[in-house]
């Protein structure tokens, strides 16, 4: 049950895109369309962002967005804001024994 | 509103037992799975368990089974963590969260969190 791997910081400045990566393997990330995205500000519980890989819940910006390719999804946050420096984790379904693994986290910087 | 409200944590030394508790408000607790995730100080989250809508089906991350218990109490509208054979690891934020219902391991309600430290 290794954890996914995603860089540990990203920065970009206001406006820019950013694409956060989240690596797997077959049998989590590769294996189902069940990844999903989180955002925590410091001090506070996560919020889901992304779920299925690419849905947004309802509430949430359209800036943000997610795809997957393989063993890797990805999540895009477009027109960078000062708001959205936190720090952002992946998810993935792993299959009936495993069930859920997170990924290691990235701190998104906003220069 | 939707609501969840842990409470049980504290301070417990290596070994030592400690029962968490999650209320939920605002929607059909019945309906939905439930799950607890940690973060230890300074870490990143960590999936612990989860169990189905009528309690009938439960999953532990390895690093915890045998020693933790998820249970629910659907009258009382309450998650748990029994936790036993605590170890300096376990010590974490704990949050309950519910899934959104349809899609595995979407985790779209959140509680505040609640601080376990295992410590001598």
């Known amino acids: 049950q290794s954890a996914l791997t995603q860089p540990a910081s990203v920065s970009g400045s206001p406006g820019q895109s950013i694409t956060i990566s989240c690596t797997g393997t077959s049998s989590d990330v590769g294996g189902y369309n069940y990844v999903s995205w989180y955002q925590q500000h410091p001090g506070k519980a996560p919020k889901l962002i992304i779920y299925d890989v690419s849905y947004r819940p309802s509430g949430v910006s359209g800036r943000f967005s997610g795809s997957k390719s393989g063993n890797t999804a990805s999540l895009t946050i477009s027109g960078l804001q000062a708001e959205d420096e936190a720090d952002y984790y992946c998810n993935s379904y792993a299959g009936s024994s495993t069930v859920y693994v997170f990924g290691t986290g990235t701190k998104v910087t906003v220069l | 509103e939707v609501q969840l409200v842990e409470s049980g944590g504290g301070l417990v030394q290596p070994g030592g037992s400690l029962r968490l508790s999650c209320a939920a408000s605002g929607f059909t607790f019945r309906n939905y799975w439930m799950n607890w995730v940690r973060q230890g100080p300074g870490k990143g989250l960590e999936w612990v368990a989860n169990i189905k809508e009528d309690g009938s089906e439960k999953h532990y991350v390895d690093s915890v089974k045998g020693r933790f218990t998820i249970s629910r109490d659907n009258a009382k509208n309450s998650l748990y963590l029994q936790m036993t054979s605590l170890r300096v690891e376990d010590t974490a934020i704990y949050y309950c969260?519910?899934?959104?219902?349809?899609?595995?391991?979407?985790?779209?309600?959140w509680g505040q969190g609640t601080m376990v430290t295992v410590s001598s």
């Open positions: 969260a519910r899934d959104i219902g349809g899609s595995p391991g979407v985790f779209n309600i």
